[in-house]
């Protein structure tokens, strides 16, 4: 089917193998990207949000056409128990800045525009073409792919594993292991949608604006897991996640915790009256630093989700993508102006590389999180959010009790619950984590 | 809640999906056995897309018709070998059309 042979293959259309595409085509070089969906989106699946900045550093002026929803304006982190919400919430007019710094977006539409870039940067786009294998030489060097088209294997100095969480080729060629149940969470998500006035009316919102809840406690069953709302353009995008080990433990039906958290008080009045529109899965990476494997060997690279890279505790991936994309873009870029091979030594680059970015010194930060969060999950996920709506309702609550009784018993429960020496050791623990 | 509540819930959610199924291809095997796994038993529970069910026999069946390839059940049963998870030839499978 194709004859040539390509500087780069990249397997994959989501935002790590648009960023490594359009950055090596727009250098020159000559780029063969391979999508199994019958559009570049078709398999994606993310919140969504997109940071502005590490999109700007690949093209600039992206504000003039990407299909971007609401810039947000106010973010709401709420701890949530069977009936109630504690919440912080922090809204700023300094998020209505002429280049606002993070958008809402609707993966499948910004997946499409993101590959129409890459197209105009000279690459080819191939759909509907599955990758099934990695060809390497008598060395053992990747220098092809075979695909579930007609023909022989196609040809390239480098293939970019742009595969996503669930990639099928890294893990077949051994090049990575298959990610561990404790360190990818399985979210679902819905698409509810409403008239952009009813949106900005619940929300409080003006023209593009936007905002985002994200919620933690008795709505995740005591699994570690997060809840999430994104006000988009005309829809809604709800949805929950947990740690895959602890859905396996407990044997929870995610559609059943994401009916919960529809059905929720707090939640049910800013969807009334939607039409859903589409339910969706998909894996998000949690393992952190520790989790990342290898990121390159002889003829190969990867990035994006399929290097796991995803900063669980900030709710950042798409970002992290895009960066080690472009990042091993201009590793390659770099490699053949010098004119040397595509071998591991060489291509070690894309890691120093990625090593100096947030990318790598962000898991780097929090590498001790997942395992803490793990382990603790009942506490952090079930205890904690009780005991914090019964102290806020104790502490709101008119019923005649004196207050100086309340305090005793609000601080009552928390030692009851986890004792004195858990309390301190929790938060010792969580501060050390997050240091 | 019972099993064929929860069923009718999911393939609620999945009629607004899009999907091109690959027909007679199945996408995922289960390797024939006596008795389920703890993490293939669970799969009928936490599989959102339920496309795990236990039969008459007490042993786990798939239909992957609304699977929407996350990839959950490879994490949990491809390494034992208990399942075998390919993806669907290219164009078919789910179709997002928001993501």
Same mark, same amino acid.
């Given at each position: 089917?194709?004859?040539?042979? %390509?500087?780069?293959?990249? /397997?994959?259309?989501?935002?790590?193998?648009?960023?490594?595409?359009?950055?090596?085509?727009?250098?020159?070089?000559?780029?063969?990207?391979?999508?199994?969906?019958?559009?570049?989106?078709?398999?994606?699946?993310?919140?969504?949000?997109?940071?502005?900045?590490?999109?700007?550093?690949?093209?600039?002026?992206?504000? &003039?056409?990407?299909?971007?929803?609401?810039?947000?304006?106010?973010?709401?982190?709420?701890?949530?128990?069977?009936?109630?919400?504690?919440?912080?919430?922090?809204?700023?007019?300094?998020?209505?800045?002429?280049?606002?710094?993070? =958008?809402?977006?609707?993966?499948?539409?910004?997946?499409?525009? %993101?590959?129409?870039?890459?197209?105009?940067?000279?690459?080819?786009?191939?759909?509907?073409?599955?990758?099934?294998?990695?060809?390497?030489?008598?060395?053992?060097?990747?220098?092809?792919?075979?695909?579930?088209?007609?023909?022989?294997?196609?040809?390239?100095?480098?293939?970019?594993?742009?595969?996503?969480?669930?990639?099928?080729?890294?893990?077949?060629?051994?090049?990575?292991?298959?990610?561990?149940?404790?360190?990818?969470?399985?979210?679902?998500?819905?698409?509810?949608?409403?008239?952009?006035? /009813?949106?900005?009316?619940? $929300? *409080?919102?003006?023209?593009?604006?936007?905002?985002?809840?994200? @919620? @933690?406690?008795?709505?995740?069953?005591?699994?570690?897991?997060?809840? %999430?709302?994104?006000?988009?353009?005309?829809?809604?995008?709800?949805?929950?996640?947990?740690?895959?080990?602890?859905?396996?433990?407990?044997?929870?039906?995610?559609?059943?915790?994401?009916?919960? %958290?529809?059905?929720?008080?707090?939640?049910?009045?800013?969807?009334?009256?939607?039409?859903?529109?589409?339910?969706?899965?998909?894996?998000?990476?949690?393992?952190?630093?520790?989790?990342?494997?290898?990121?390159?060997?002889? *003829?190969?690279?990867?990035? *994006?989700?399929?290097?796991?890279?995803?900063?669980?505790?900030?709710?950042? *991936?798409?970002?992290?993508?895009?960066?080690?994309?472009?990042?091993?873009?201009?590793?390659?870029?770099?490699?053949?102006?010098?004119?040397?091979?595509?071998?591991?030594?060489?291509? @070690?680059?894309?890691?120093?590389?990625?090593?100096?970015? $947030?990318?790598?010194?962000?898991?780097?930060? =929090?590498? &001790?999180?997942?395992?803490?969060?793990?382990?603790?999950?009942?506490? $952090?996920?079930?205890?904690?959010?009780?005991?914090?709506?019964?102290?806020?309702?104790?502490?709101?609550?008119?019923?005649?009790?004196?207050?100086?009784?309340?305090?005793?018993?609000?601080?009552?429960?928390?030692?009851?619950?986890?004792?004195?020496?858990?309390?301190?050791?929790? /938060?010792?623990?969580?501060?050390?984590?997050?240091? | 809640?019972?099993?064929?509540?929860?069923?009718?819930?999911?393939?609620? !959610?999945?009629?607004?999906?899009?999907?091109?199924?690959?027909?007679?291809?199945?996408?995922? !095997?289960?390797?024939?056995?006596?008795?389920?796994?703890?993490?293939?038993?669970?799969?009928?529970?936490?599989?959102?897309? !339920?496309?795990?069910?236990?039969?008459? !026999?007490?042993?786990?069946?798939?239909?992957?018709?609304?699977?929407?390839?996350?990839?959950?059940?490879?994490?949990?049963?491809?390494?034992?070998?208990?399942?075998?998870?390919?993806?669907?030839?290219?164009?078919?499978?789910?179709?997002?059309?928001?993501?």
């Amino acid at each position: 089917m194709i004859e040539e042979e %390509f500087d780069a293959i990249v /397997v994959g259309a989501g935002m790590s193998g648009n960023a490594a595409a359009y950055t090596m085509a727009s250098q020159g070089l000559t780029v063969l990207q391979l999508e199994r969906g019958e559009y570049p989106g078709s398999k994606n699946v993310q919140g969504a949000i997109m940071y502005a900045d590490m999109l700007e550093q690949i093209i600039p002026d992206f504000r &003039d056409d990407a299909p971007l929803e609401r810039h947000l304006v106010e973010q709401r982190f709420w701890v949530m128990d069977d009936t109630s919400h504690t919440g912080m919430q922090y809204r700023s007019d300094d998020f209505n800045e002429a280049k606002p710094n993070r =958008y809402t977006i609707i993966r499948a539409q910004f997946d499409k525009w %993101f590959s129409r870039k890459v197209r105009q940067a000279g690459a080819t786009v191939l759909c509907e073409t599955t990758v099934t294998e990695l060809v390497r030489n008598a060395s053992g060097k990747v220098i092809g792919v075979r695909t579930d088209r007609a023909g022989g294997p196609i040809y390239a100095d480098v293939v970019v594993l742009a595969e996503g969480v669930n990639g099928l080729l890294g893990t077949r060629a051994g090049l990575r292991k298959m990610p561990k149940p404790e360190s990818v969470a399985l979210a679902v998500k819905e698409m509810h949608f409403l008239p952009d006035e /009813v949106i900005e009316q619940r $929300f *409080g919102l003006q023209g593009d604006e936007g905002c985002v809840i994200e @919620a @933690a406690g008795t709505i995740s069953r005591s699994m570690a897991g997060l809840a %999430f709302l994104y006000t988009n353009k005309e829809s809604i995008s709800l949805g929950i996640g947990c740690l895959v080990s602890d859905f396996a433990q407990t044997m929870e039906s995610p559609y059943v915790l994401l009916d919960n %958290f529809k059905n929720h008080a707090s939640i049910r009045p800013l969807i009334a009256g939607s039409e859903v529109k589409e339910y969706s899965a998909h894996l998000i990476p949690e393992g952190g630093y520790k989790a990342i494997p290898q990121l390159f060997g002889d *003829g190969w690279v990867a990035v *994006g989700d399929a290097a796991q890279l995803n900063n669980a505790i900030h709710r950042e *991936g798409s970002n992290l993508a895009m960066t080690s994309g472009r990042i091993a873009g201009e590793a390659i870029i770099e490699i053949k102006g010098r004119n040397q091979p595509m071998i591991r030594r060489n291509l @070690a680059l894309y890691k120093t590389m990625l090593d100096k970015s $947030f990318v790598v010194k962000d898991l780097m930060k =929090y590498k &001790d999180m997942p395992a803490l969060i793990h382990t603790n999950s009942r506490n $952090f996920f079930m205890t904690y959010p009780q005991l914090m709506s019964q102290a806020a309702q104790n502490f709101m609550r008119v019923d005649g009790t004196p207050k100086i009784e309340k305090e005793k018993a609000t601080t009552a429960a928390f030692i009851k619950a986890r004792s004195r020496w858990g309390l301190i050791s929790d /938060v010792v623990r969580l501060a050390l984590a997050w240091r | 809640m019972t099993m064929a509540v929860t069923k009718l819930r999911v393939e609620e !959610k999945l009629y607004q999906n899009r999907y091109l199924v690959d027909p007679g291809r199945p996408h995922i !095997k289960v390797r024939p056995h006596e008795r389920p796994s703890a993490n293939l038993l669970a799969l009928t529970h936490i599989c959102p897309a !339920k496309c795990y069910e236990l039969n008459d !026999k007490g042993q786990v069946e798939t239909t992957s018709d609304g699977c929407m390839e996350c990839g959950t059940c490879r994490v949990l049963c491809e390494t034992s070998g208990e399942i075998v998870w390919n993806y669907p030839r290219g164009g078919f499978g789910v179709l997002f059309k928001f993501g």
